[in-house]
């Protein structure tokens, strides 16, 4: 069964910086498209960016310049290093990816969520 565990959130002041990890474990045979997603308090959840499995990348205009989405292949692994954080990036963070396993020919899976909250 295929698992995506996300690890790193936590509390961080304005200004600061925390790393996301996301790791998909399972009977994987390829995976293309990994992402993060996040839910802020009272809103729908939103694309943070995305990375394909050759690199390419897509970033919420809000993220851009201050977050950087990167993956290790090897590892079914994707991280997400967020600098310059602001209040308005408290969210819960959600991995997500796109995947052909031994059981599921083509899937999308989440992981359970990490919370991150900016606050002085």
């Known amino acids: 069964q295929v698992q995506l565990v996300e690890s790193g959130g936590g509390l961080v002041q304005p200004g600061g910086s925390l790393r996301l990890s996301c790791a998909a474990s399972?009977?994987?045979?390829?995976?293309?498209?990994m992402g993060w997603y996040r839910r802020a308090p009272g809103r729908q959840r939103e694309l943070v960016v995305s990375i394909t499995s050759d690199g390419r990348t897509n970033y919420a205009d809000s993220v851009k310049g201050r977050f950087t989405i990167s993956r290790d292949n090897a590892k079914n692994t994707v991280y997400l290093q967020l600098n310059s954080l602001k209040p308005e990036d408290t969210a819960v963070y959600y991995c997500n990816a796109n995947l052909v396993s031994a059981t599921i020919a083509y899937g999308n899976y989440w992981g359970q969520g990490t919370q991150v909250t900016v606050s002085s």
């Open positions: 399972g009977s994987i045979l390829s995976i293309y498209t």
